[in-house]
């Protein structure tokens, strides 16, 4: 089965669109090329990695592994796990103490 015809079987499977189908693709059917496009972390990523660019969409995504291609799928997964990752977005939350239930310390029931 080829690459396109293993993509329209999978799209054609209610509720799986095209992200969950690339991902089924290049992990679990052995698909060196697959992409999942419409991710939220990959492009940035990518980016990252390739460009030194904190932020990228899918098209820059897919620009910067044109040179992979054949292997594009594989060149996420090592770049997935060699351990980097860009700058993290947002401000850190503070800490806040979580209220106890009223169990604890001999205070009351279970209920």
Avoid: I, Q
């Avoid at 977005?89 to 001999?106: D, I, V, Y």
């Amino acid at each position: 089965m080829g690459e396109a015809d293993a993509f329209r079987r999978l799209t054609a499977l209610p509720g799986l669109g095209p992200w969950t189908a690339a991902s089924v693709m290049g992990r679990g059917l052995g698909f060196a090329d697959a992409v999942p496009v419409g991710d939220w972390n990959l492009p940035s990523m990518v980016a990252f990695h390739l460009a030194g660019e904190e932020r990228a969409d899918d098209a820059r995504m897919l620009e910067l592994l044109e040179p992979f291609r054949g292997h594009r799928g594989r060149v996420l997964r090592l770049l997935h796990h060699g351990g980097r990752h860009p700058p993290r977005r947002g401000p850190r939350m503070p800490l806040r103490p979580l209220p106890g239930p009223s169990w604890r310390a001999g205070k009351g029931s279970l209920r």
